[in-house]
């Protein structure tokens, strides 16, 4: 039973910090992904940047890739989102997902189809 947990949102100023967790357990894919989706009301789910688990590469979506990074701590299943200089437009709800062995709902990383198969309930972040 896979479970993902994210946590570390809330409010904050423009030009503020914040670093999401996203917790992970019972996920045995070892080729696996781990992503960052924004969700805004009244919007599609966008694609913030992954984390490829095999090699521990990662890419951030170039609307925030000089203020967003993607890292992780293996030791704790735990994939992070550091998100700097937060502006307004970076307010939704932050969801972590994991890659499925056999697909699942389909996003486009830098031009590599990845399907999702485990979501996390999303930590919310407003920037005012």
């Known amino acids: 039973h896979v479970q993902l947990v994210e946590s570390g949102g809330g409010s904050v100023q423009v030009g503020g910090s914040l670093r999401l967790s996203c917790v992970i357990s019972?996920?045995?894919?070892?080729?696996?992904?781990i992503a960052w989706f924004r969700q805004v009301p009244g919007k599609e789910r966008e694609g913030v940047g992954i984390l490829y688990y095999r090699g521990g590469s990662t890419y951030v979506a170039d609307a925030v890739k000089d203020r967003f990074t993607i890292s992780r701590d293996k030791t704790k299943n735990t994939v992070f989102l550091q998100m700097d200089s937060l502006q307004a437009e970076d307010s939704g709800m932050y969801i972590c997902?994991?890659?499925?062995?056999?697909?699942?709902?389909?996003?486009?990383?830098?031009?590599?189809?990845?399907?999702?198969?485990?979501w996390g309930q999303g930590t919310q972040v407003t920037v005012s």
């Open positions: 997902a994991a890659e499925g062995p056999d697909g699942g709902t389909w996003y486009k990383f830098g031009g590599i189809r990845v399907g999702f198969a485990y």
């Open positions: 019972g996920y045995d894919y070892p080729s696996g992904s």
